[in-house]
């Protein structure tokens, strides 16, 4: 007789089918609980790793708060621990920056070349001055001498206060009369899109406007990249390769001795008030959490090549391209250039060149790249990536997909951080160098050892899973910037007045049911339409799904029933023409995805969207263009085009209206 039996009777007792587990999970929320158990266990531990002077009497001083004090009593000099610790070891030989210029020159440094460069600087710095304590003004392009002066500047005992070479002249003017310094290095020119941006023109405006209000800068070191014709101070003016070039390649500079909770660096971030705050970072705590932090972020080994395609007048360079590779001996790739420029790929032209293993940008460099089109990163080998990471606003969980599966191939890990310049460096995010968790698109993950974070309503209240809140931090960390230069009210202020005790982002925030943190954009980024708060990440996400739309910025415009409503600007894809239909249609997919509340008023067809030069949308501006109001201070915009497309825009808009 044959075996015949009915589908019925071959069903076997049901299997587990739905379970799994995840053991690298459960390993990292180990680390991570043990952590916060005891921080002063754990920071001390961390601490012991690097090169001290003199070990700290006290891991945390937590006496005077929110003025934290980390490693009180502790000297070191970061240089300690980024340059001179590797001479004499195999380090020393190795690549420390693989450097690509946008005209395709290129320069490769190794940890001695490193070391050599910096000493004579810190040498001739000293020989113009520059004491212990004092800071010095750096606004320089992406070129190896930008990190040998900071190096060199805090060898010296020195505060480094870099400036964004995409900063106006007035902007800089602003950032040495508060830093009150005396000493500035530049360069003459560099390249910008295949065009000569003349830098040293600027500084020769900004150190004159400087004058003007009272802070006199005494000396500025040109560095030669170009050769462009430059105007020059006798006495005041000194070329960089000639003040350099008088000391032996054997100067030697003993780092300084710098107390613990003295200032390393000031970084300038925009504040709401418009005049910039000086965020002041400390010498032993800044370095713990760098170094430890970039470890694990990146499960950094001896054969990776790091890029941080990012510029290091914002925190990301001073963390991800200075300090956090040369502190863990790694080899960084720095490129000076646009990354659209000659062509699309050229990103990818540079990981397939130095063999890039982990890649660090922003959502905003991967929307552009990805308006291009598939095809350009098909024609590079991307095979020696492993890790991809992204900073500077949350990611469209659509933008994570395609840098998941086009870029990454479905098999690199991608670290999305959270952070800002007042934390150091990233502090919620996964961290594959302790064990990698399960990673959701769009989801920053869990808060970094030692990192105690939360999501809360407008009175404290932890929200529910689902629910959107504030983002705090309610644990103090050794990346925590020591206050606002000059100005310890506004420290107060901005940071731990919201919330008290708790360290305020400024952020809005949701944990899901696993206790996953997904971050919503700036909580001022928010409309109110009709009373209910719509914020604008969550329209732009949905506007970014749409087959035909590169990027899209969501802003409120006034409106006299409804207090605000939205506005979408909207750049297309390569191949699209914006027409009314396809107008209809993006609005029609807000008000179905969102609601009906969210319905913009227009949408808005550009070319560009107006961007600073370290990518972020400056939704201010457009802001002000639909309020009719003065477009205010501009110095950080990189294409002034896109503001005339903008304002041409929505006259036309407004002429239809009537």
């Known amino acids: 007789m044959g075996y015949t039996s009915s589908p019925e009777a071959q069903r076997i007792e049901p299997l587990p089918y739905g379970e799994k587990y995840f053991p690298h999970h459960n390993k990292y929320l180990d680390f991570w609980r043990a952590s916060v158990e005891d921080p002063i266990k754990f920071w001390d531990e961390r601490a012991r790793e690097l090169v001290w002077y003199r070990t700290w009497d006290k891991v945390l001083d937590d006496s005077n708060p929110p003025f934290y004090r980390w490693f009180v009593g502790g000297e070191t000099n970061i240089n300690l621990n980024a340059l001179d610790r590797w001479m004499g070891t195999h380090v020393a030989n190795k690549v420390a920056y693989y450097w690509e210029g946008e005209d395709g020159t290129s320069r490769v440094l190794s940890y001695r070349d490193l070391f050599r460069e910096v000493n004579k600087l810190a040498r001739a710095l000293q020989d113009l001055g520059v004491k212990p304590g004092d800071t010095v003004t750096i606004y320089m392009p992406m070129i190896p001498e930008l990190p040998i002066a900071m190096l060199a500047v805090t060898r010296v005992g020195g505060i480094h206060s870099v400036v964004f070479s995409g900063f106006s002249p007035s902007a800089l003017a602003d950032r040495i009369v508060d830093a009150k310094s005396r000493v500035l290095i530049t360069a003459d020119g560099y390249w910008r899109k295949g065009k000569v941006v003349e830098l040293k023109k600027g500084a020769d405006e900004g150190v004159s406007l400087a004058e003007k209000q009272g802070a006199k800068v005494e000396k500025v070191v040109v560095v030669r990249r170009l ?35 003295d200032v390393l660096f000031i970084l300038y971030t925009s504040g709401t008030t418009g005049k910039p705050k000086g965020v002041m970072h400390s010498v032993g705590g800044y370095m713990v959490y760098v170094y430890n932090v970039f470890k694990w972020n990146w499960d950094i080994r001896p054969e990776d090549v790091h890029w941080t395609m990012a510029d290091v007048g914002w925190i990301t360079g001073h963390t991800y391209i200075v300090y956090g590779p040369l502190l863990n001996g790694a080899t960084e790739v720095m490129y000076e250039g646009a990354i659209d420029y000659p062509q699309p790929d050229r990103p990818w032209q540079i990981v397939e060149k130095y063999g890039v293993t982990i890649f660090y940008t922003s959502p905003t460099a991967l929307r552009t790249l990805r308006q291009y089109g598939d095809e350009w990163v098909r024609k590079h080998d991307l095979s020696t990536l492993r890790i991809l990471g992204t900073v500077g606003e949350p990611i469209n969980p659509d933008v994570w997909r395609w840098y998941f599966e086009l870029i990454g191939k479905m098999r690199c890990p991608i670290v999305d951080t959270w952070w800002m310049t007042e934390t150091g460096a990233a502090m919620i995010s996964p961290a594959p160098g302790i064990s990698l968790v399960t990673l959701k698109p769009g989801s920053a993950t869990f808060p970094l050892p030692g990192i105690v974070a939360d999501v809360v309503d407008e009175n404290g209240n932890p929200t529910p899973p689902g629910v959107r809140g504030y983002l705090i931090i309610k644990k103090p960390w050794p990346g925590m910037m020591l206050g606002v230069w000059g100005d310890p009210e506004r420290y107060v202020k901005t940071y731990w007045s919201r919330f008290p005790g708790y360290f305020y982002a400024g952020d809005y925030a949701v944990k899901d049911e696993e206790g996953y943190f997904w971050l919503l954009g700036r909580a001022d980024e928010v409309l109110k339409v009709a009373g209910h708060r719509i914020g604008t990440t969550e329209m732009e996400d949905v506007l970014i799904k749409h087959p035909a739309v590169a990027e899209a910025a969501v802003i409120g415009a006034p409106d006299p029933v409804k207090g605000e409503v939205p506005v979408a600007a909207v750049v297309l894809k390569a191949g699209y023409q914006p027409d009314e239909q396809l107008r209809k249609e993006l609005i029609e997919l807000i008000r179905t995805q969102i609601g009906p509340i969210a319905t913009p008023k227009t949408v808005l067809f550009v070319r560009k969207l107006p961007k600073t030069r370290s990518g972020k949308i400056m939704r201010r501006l457009l802001k002000n263009i639909m309020e009719d109001r003065p477009l205010g201070d501009t110095t950080t915009l990189e294409d002034p085009t896109a503001v005339e497309e903008l304002v041409k825009a929505w006259e036309e808009f407004k002429a239809q209206m009537k």
């Open 227 to 261: 050769g462009n014709p430059v105007n020059w101070v006798e006495g005041r003016d000194v070329w960089y390769h000639e003040l350099t070039s008088k000391y032996p390649d054997t100067t030697y500079v003993k780092p300084v001795p710098r107390k613990s909770d």
